[in-house]
């Protein structure tokens, strides 16, 4: 006969205030049109289901959901436990694990977030709220603005009434102060000038003099201009140095010569209209993490670990394979005895 379980047999924890948020971007998400929390929620899930869904309902958006960090949380169960109660937790609807690339060019990155809704949903609402523009959005972190410095502002004195004047005392002769020389601020030097001069201070054999950096700037300038860095001007210039070098000079003039590196093309810039990338969102696999298309991971689990799930288990060994393992053991077992 069924039991009806009226309230959760274990209470789950409270959380601590120092229970750890993952990075921008990750960890908690909630999903949207949750009842409003009762005490019969998840009164259906076994016992170590319902003590893990009633922790997780209560952390805020952004905190951390790998197991590892749940486990810390959760004394009564080890990681093992956890991982397996939020398998259960992902077929009964609450919870599903999901990756998306966000950004554009060589900055795009993967970030992972947890959809939870203490609400248990079914295979289709998950497919169309993980579909849905909003669902790819807030996948995406969201990057706080930039406070912006407000200058100090200086507010003029309010004017009173002077009173009236009294008489001025006869001015006293101030001291001659010496006549200050205008100073002028030195020049801005470029970067070619400056990687020049500073390979004297790494290598003394290629110490140049000050004329030797401005004769030599235009041709270290060419080298920027074709897009190279200053690393890599200086790692050219010093490559292969000879033991000693008589005229650091004409050695760099020559080599900033014969070493010019080609011109590259200039790449096409992209059309102001081109649309950006739009990067879809994938379900992760809540056993094994593998990714996958939403429809094609029902309950979020791939079809390894559902088909798993659903025979209550690991699919049972083949007979040949347990026979040719006892072999294996037996053969171990005679090389163990002593002759």
């Not at 952004?62 to 004394?75: F, I, T």
């Not at 956890?82 to 599903?96: C, D, E, Q, Y």
């Not at 288990?313 to 394979?321: I, K, L, V």
Request: with cysteine.
């Amino acid at each position: 006969m069924a039991t009806q379980h009226l309230s959760s047999a274990l209470p789950a924890p409270a959380v601590s205030a120092a229970y750890p948020m993952a990075k921008p971007g990750y960890g908690k998400r909630s999903a949207p049109g949750e009842q409003a929390r009762t005490r019969d929620d998840f009164a259906l899930l076994p016992t170590r289901e319902r003590y893990v869904a009633g922790f997780v309902d209560h952390l805020p958006d952004g905190a951390a959901m790998s197991v590892k960090q749940l486990a810390k949380q959760l004394p009564l169960y080890g990681q093992q436990a956890i991982s397996t109660a939020l398998k259960a937790l992902s077929v009964a609807g609450h919870l599903r694990r999901v990756r998306c690339a966000v950004g554009a060019g060589d900055e795009t990155r993967w970030v992972f977030r947890t959809f939870w809704s203490r609400t248990a949903r079914d295979n289709e609402w998950w497919n169309t709220y993980l579909a849905t523009e909003n669902a790819s959005r807030t996948t995406a972190p969201v990057k706080p603005p930039a406070p912006t410095a407000v200058p100090q502002q200086r507010t003029a004195p309010e004017a009173t009434p002077d009173p009236a004047p009294a008489p001025a005392p006869a001015p006293a002769t101030p001291p001659t102060a010496p006549p200050t020389v205008p100073t002028t601020p030195p020049a801005a030097f470029s970067p070619a000038y400056l990687a020049l001069a500073q390979l004297g201070r790494n290598d003394h054999r290629l110490g140049l003099s000050a004329d030797d950096c401005t004769t030599l700037e235009p041709l270290a300038a060419q080298w920027l201009d074709r897009g190279v860095t200053t690393d890599y001007l200086t790692n050219t210039l010093t490559a292969g140095l000879p033991a000693q070098i008589d005229s650091p000079a004409g050695l760099l003039r020559r080599r900033l010569i014969d070493k010019l590196p080609p011109q590259l093309p200039a790449t096409p810039s992209t059309p102001a209209n081109t649309p950006a990338p739009t990067h879809r969102l994938l379900v992760e696999c809540t056993d094994c993490g593998r990714p996958g298309p939403p429809e094609a991971l029902p309950d979020g689990l791939c079809r390894p670990c559902h088909t798993a799930h659903s025979t209550g288990g690991r699919p049972s060994p083949d007979p040949t394979q347990i026979a040719a393992v006892k072999a294996h053991m037996a053969n171990l077992r005679d090389l163990l005895k002593p002759v």
